[in-house]
């Protein structure tokens, strides 16, 4: 009686464990899991957070935690409309990291004139967010029309913005390098008397914001449905170019937020060095969530924990003194490696229907 | 399967044009052609006291884009065949690191650093051809990850600016070959030869041999025929998979002949060489009217492209603004106006 209960008891762990492995959140989290164990092992006082005081005197909090937190902003917002770009458009927009040297131009040059020192700000800061957003989103509809309207593929129609992003960041500032007064600078480091950083609080508004739309709006629906089928959802009354167009639109507001964060982190802008080869970090963070490459079902939260796993992965490879050129072989590695795992080729391997899908493989209906 | 057929044999494609005078490839062609010749024309017109009347410029044109001729060469072969690859930037920073830390402190000679800079391209174009024809992977994010493991790898080896220093190799890159009958007049009126350098010898060659391997050969037109539809080329009995691969393994052949090119023709090497490289191959490709989709395209188109393009920055450039911004915009900005054609004319014709 008890050998069986016993039998009963391990069946239902087996199943139990199995429905964790399948959960479609065990990879990124064990990820990330994997990463802050080998990082405490590299560094035992890792997960130590203290109170600190900054050079104004103001409290602060100090740790390794709060500056993956702190230094993973951008990447975590980018991959929210990353995904979203990814889900209904098939591709991924290359030209994010060349959009926020836009938008650092547009906020740099009005908040600083044409003074390379100046002592105030030129316009009032709400006003460079909100023209920075619009300038991100200008941007983003660029992209949006050349891929919703003339049906280019994402990764090409963004490799124009890609080329001269960065030019036309230089451009706007008009050649000067000003730096803005360090009051601009709260909102990429601390509200003085407040120890928590101001990057960390965005960050949570953006995802409660993110999560209220896809919950209460058709948003999330509408983006999987062109993703799945392009067709089926015309058929069904939607209009898949609107659809994508309003993804990379979105897109283009990510990147604005994150272009004023990372403005105001230095307050200052070098249009050709900002965020270099960020477009790799956060396509990089969609693929470890979980999220197909190619298109379709999406998974919101996998795309933030994998956000977060490469800033984890990036801060370690500097505690171990990797130049910061040499960064990307590693990510590079790992990406090829995540996407190995998704092709239809392994998971063949993996499953039941492997005559199946293996008859139906080769059939060279892949075209990215 | 008419399509197939169309585009399958050589004979076939000529009969046709003879009845239509003008396809989608070669309106893109005469498009570009004709743009070059204006833009030169007016150049020569207006921009004359510039330097633009002299034949030298002509061939400075394609001193300086040797590289990018060759390199463009095997984007176009990856575009045809419906793949696309952009580790191309990341393999000639690579291949010039590498030779040149070589030449200078292992004592290699011209030969054994040609034959790493090849290894390093097949390398490449191997791996990513086995992963995007025999694992299914999607092109562009393969490549993107060759593309940062080729620069990442650069920072391994030597993350600071470095020049060759080896004499033989020296002497031999900057020697160049008097073009006989050609050449301008200085101030004084002394007669002084065009020179052309050797890199653009080969890359001429190998324009001609992927032409002639486009059109002539079965592996040519099997490029074609996949790009143009795989499951079509599937049951014509094509083995789809080994002609992407093989796609796949010339790019990175011509990308490793591209990079000592350009490691002749600057003799050094650093992290950030050849940034945007893979956006100038692929600009050129498209300018040259090869569609995006595969299936359609030629390396001349290809040559011209990259003569277009490098007309367009040197008009730029004497235009007279200061400016460092103007020619990436202006790159960009014929880029658009190409892929925008391309698309409008793609339409036009499911249509």
Known sequence: MSKNSNKQGSKAFAAAIKNVVRHRLFIPIAFLAILILLNVFINPGFLRISMGRDSAGNPVLIGNLINILNNATELVILAIGMTLVTAASKGQDISVGANIAIVGGVIMRLLCGNETQPTQLHAPVIVAFLLGCLAGMLCGAFNGILVARFNIQPMIATLILFTAGRSIGSMVMGGLKPKAVSSFGIYGNFIPGFPVPTPIIITLVVIIITFIALKRTNLGLYTRAVGINDKASRLNGLNPALVKFITFVIMGLCVGVAGFIQSSRVQTVNPYTIVPSIEMDVILAVALGGNSLSGGKFNMAGSVIGAYTIQTLTSMLTTLNVNTNAVPVFKAAIIIVLVIIQTPIVKSFFSKRAILSRLTAGSGKERS | ?351
């Open chain 2, 1 to 351: 399967m008419i399509k197939m057929n169309k585009t399958l044999s050589a004979e076939g494609v000529s009969v046709r044009r003879g009845r239509q005078p003008l396809s989608d490839s070669s309106f893109l062609l005469t498009i570009t052609i004709s743009m070059f010749i204006a833009i030169y024309a007016l150049a020569i017109a207006f921009l004359g006291d510039k330097g633009f009347s002299k034949i030298q410029m002509f061939f400075n044109l394609f001193n300086e884009n040797a590289a990018l001729i060759v390199i463009a060469c095997g984007l176009t072969i990856v575009m045809i065949s419906g793949s696309i690859d952009i580790s191309v930037g990341g393999v000639t920073a690579l291949i010039c690191t590498a030779c040149t830390v070589c030449l200078n402190n292992h004592g290699f000679n011209f030969y054994t650093a040609l034959i790493l800079a090849l290894a390093i391209g097949l390398a490449f174009g191997i791996i990513q051809g086995f992963l995007v024809a025999y694992m299914e992977m999607q092109p562009f994010i393969v490549t993107l990850a060759g593309m940062f493991m080729g620069r990442g790898l650069v920072a391994l080896i030597e993350v600071n600016q470095i020049q060759v220093r080896n004499e033989a190799f020296e002497k031999l890159s900057g020697s160049r070959i008097i073009v006989p009958f050609l050449g301008d007049y200085n101030k004084k009126g002394v007669f002084i030869p065009s020179k052309l350098e050797y890199g653009v010898v080969v890359a001429i060659l190998i324009v001609i041999v992927c032409y002639l391997l486009l059109k002539k050969t079965r592996l040519g037109r099997s490029f074609y025929a996949v790009g143009g539809n795989a499951q079509s080329a599937l049951m014509m009995g094509i083995n789809v998979r080994k002609t992407r691969f093989l796609a796949h393994v010339l790019c990175g052949l011509l990308a490793g002949i591209g990079g000592f090119l350009y490691l002749f023709h600057t003799r050094s090497g650093s992290v950030q060489q050849a940034t945007g490289l893979e956006m100038d191959a692929i600009a050129a490709s498209i300018i040259g009217g090869t569609l995006l989709t595969g299936g359609v395209g030629n390396v001349i188109g290809t040559l011209f492209g990259v003569l277009t393009s490098g007309i367009v920055l040197l008009v730029v450039t004497a235009i007279g603004s200061q400016d460092p911004w103007w020619p990436q915009i202006t790159r960009a900005a014929m880029l658009c106006f190409f892929i925008v054609l391309q698309s409008i004319i793609c339409s036009r014709k499911k249509k």
